[in-house]
């Protein structure tokens, strides 16, 4: 053997031992106690103290907070005073304007009683944004179609009509978000599809796991090309009922009735409170969700959850006296569900303000059991942050992953990680913009465990760093 | 460099692959997709159909199914019948004795209305297996302690007393069934370590992480040695009142009335129905759960849920028309919760038939979203078993680790590897042996992800051996 070859196999151990070191950097067992009695104390006191879970309750007292509404600004100011009481460093609001939409008083969808046709009522909820109908609601035949495919197919039998959009989730994935995704494009472009063949309103299966009749709202969108046309969701087993109508008698006709309406866009805020690092103080992370919710049921879960998670991280840090190294800063973002006003805003402030954010982490997908963190960054950054998952265990995180983080922290330039929270989400859509988003719900220990496993992370940022 | 040393080099590279392959076992990736396409199937079948969510509604329609009562013999029965209509190859009824208390009708506590002291009636439960009060009840004061060695300590204090066990499941802790441990010491032993001081009953705190008044039962133990008395367990807010109490009248007085027995050991059974292997059939993979609950609520998690997912992995093969080279053996273990008689039948009845059982996996954690396999086998078994995850993670599997397995499997000896199915618990001890487990407790979705995980990781060990 000569030496070229020693040379050749000592480069490989080393190019062996160096790929390893790569994948699995650790921590060392010092840094790993320290990090560990933090971990322990925060998640301790999180399923002791239960914080969040008594905001949760507070905040749901108040009632839904859909942007725009009065609701919605005594809430804020609530977070706002709640902040304040933790003894954090800094609270203040945002001045962001939002869209502001109103159900209104009047939502029925009847199927018309005449040539044998039993009236039924229809559960409906109107969809965010939509236009009402005239005054005495639209009276018109119905078409039932499963996709916009179908509906091209069908143009020419479209006029006139009210176009109900029958797909179901589609239950047999994993990822109820895989789930929704596959099916909310009726909800959102169903009313521009349709208007396109002269449609006059439609009707959109509710995007649900949970067999009930409870219909699931959700922002939808208009082109101003287009008819604007009223849309609502249908409680699912009365999108069964009319599915089964329909088939009986195709000629059977609905009358809608909606008065719901788009006033000028008004004044709200973000919320944002941070506690400043003791050595980085310029280097920020936030923890952030978003405060509006829909106008039914409380948002419990979409998304009072997460926002009682990210100002509990605060509540931690103050109570068991961290002194964090760097930043860590809540922001409860207004105006996730429709518009993103809030998100956009807080991303040009840290524009404006040529602020360094070192990392966001966002908690939107409902305050159940922890699971994983998503993590969009580089993959020396994603192997730092997975050489902690031994800590984050501590209050039940299984997984560290790369993937997308939320759509509110997206819009912070330059941020070295964006961070999503990942509980379970096997209930979420049973309840997701829907009456069912209930304080009742929530689980005290699962939505606990989640502002623990975020607490731990942003607290390992800080200690840490990239 | 001499030749030794380059010797050595080459042995730490050698090594360094071996140990890389030896943690890291896999799949071949002809393999992978097989599996993973079955995997699939499998999730998905769970998924729509929902057959185990079916089964278990049908079951918790029969109600409670403690051993010894009819009810459990009716539910052994529908069972029966459920696995013949499955189209199995072998449905059998193993006869097995088993214990029968019985409640009874007779259960109060009131604190009694003297000195001041206002009569107030406790929610109380008797534990299973406790003997009866005399016909007009036990009036006595009452001592309260936090666990046996304050008992000890104030031996003393207790004779002619009632002892009041009141420690708390500890709900700092992440793992429920780590905080359950922690306090069911008073439960099981409490009688006996009270009578020894003579003591003439036990009223115990339930073990629940909810905070409600429903208590909790569960067994109990007593010796021969010792007085026999009788033991009840108290709803969470009326053990807070019961302690507040004390504390204004150390006096005071409870009446407790129960007139629960136990009757002479009684006919029974474990259910058992397999799916023959293709080509190894005489090797034998079990997947089981106990068949009895508690008398109150209808055992839906505990563990009706297992029950279902045990029949429903066979259900799986039938519908997808698997043919699994390793025989499948559904076995429902009758008399887990006093006294594990079901278990023991089993085991006796592998050992006298000489049967190969390469694995046992055991569902008796509750309904709840998948989380991971715990495996009890040797390190090279549960290398090639986690080799497996990638295709285990279809269902929402996100560990394997070495761990304890289960209850009723721990009897069959010489099984290659024994695993316990580990789901999400956070809600787990809100129900647990009480009333509040109930069919609406159950989340279909998470059960039936329940029954795939188990169904893949039987059909991989039953594909790939052991």
């Given amino acids: 053997m000569n030496s070229n070859s020693i040379l050749q196999i000592k480069n490989v151990c080393l190019l062996i031992v160096l790929i390893s070191f790569q994948i699995f950097p650790q921590l ?23 914080t969040g879970y008594k905001l949760l309750q507070e905040l749901c007292a108040i009632g839904p907070r859909l942007s725009g509404s009065e609701n919605s600004l005594r809430s804020i100011y609530w977070a706002k005073e709640k902040l304040e009481n933790f003894g954090v460093d800094k609270v203040w609001l945002q001045s962001v304007m939002v869209p502001h939409w109103e159900r209104g008083s009047v939502e029925t969808a009847e199927i018309v009683k005449e040539n044998g046709t039993n009236g039924k009522s229809l559960n409906i909820l109107s969809l965010g944004g939509s236009v009402a109908t005239t005054e005495n609601g639209i009276t018109a035949n119905v078409i039932e179609v499963k996709n916009f495919t179908e509906l091209k197919e069908r143009q020419n039998e479209v006029k006139g009509k009210i176009v109900f959009f029958s797909r179901t989730l589609d239950e047999s994935l994993l990822n109820t978000f895989a789930g929704y995704g596959g099916a909310v494009d009726q909800r959102f472009y169903g009313a521009m599809e349709a208007a396109k063949y002269g449609a006059v309103a439609v009707l959109i299966r509710s995007i649900t796991t949970k067999y009930d009749n409870v219909p699931h709202t959700g922002v939808m969108g208009y082109v101003d090309s287009l008819q604007k046309i009223p849309a609502a969701a249908i409680g699912y087993l009365d999108s069964d009922y009319l599915h089964n109508a329909l088939i009986e008698n195709p000629d059977l006709k609905i009358n809608l009735n909606m008065n719901c309406k788009t006033f000028p866009d008004t004044q709200s805020y973000n919320v944002v409170a941070e506690i400043t690092g003791t050595e ?16 039914v049921g409380c948002g419990a879960h979409d998304d009072g959850a997460g926002c009682v998670q990210s100002m509990e991280v605060l509540s931690f840090i103050k109570e068991l006296g961290i002194k964090p190294k760097r930043t860590i800063r809540c922001v409860l973002f207004i105006n996730e569900e429709n518009g993103s006003r809030g998100g956009k805003e807080y991303g040009k402030f840290v524009e404006t303000n040529n602020e360094n954010h070192l990392a966001a982490i966002e908690s939107d997908r409902g305050g159940f059991t922890p699971i994983g963190f998503d993590v969009d960054t580089d993959s ?15 209050s039940g995180i299984t997984w560290i992953k790369k993937g997308g983080s939320g759509v509110d922290i997206q819009y912070i330039k330059n941020t070295k990680a964006k961070l999503g929270y990942v509980p379970d989400a096997q209930r979420y859509m049973d309840v997701h913009h829907s009456a069912n988003d209930t304080f009742e719900s929530v689980h005290p220990r699962e939505l606990e465990l989640g502002s623990a496993s975020i607490a731990i992370m942003a607290y ?7």
Same sequence: chains 1, 2.
Avoid: C, M
């Fill in 28 to 50: 060392d067992s010092l840094k790993l106690n320290q990090y560990n009695l933090v971990a322990d104390q925060i998640t301790r006191k999180a399923l002791t103290k239960k």
């Fill in 280 to 295: 980085f103080p310029d280097e920020i992370i936030v923890v952030g969700s978003h405060f509006d919710s829909w106008d």
């Fill in 380 to 394: 020396s950054t994603l192997n730092k942050i997975r050489s902690w998952l031994p800590v984050l265990e501590k």
């Fill in 460 to 466: 390992l940022i800080s200690e840490e760093g990239f």
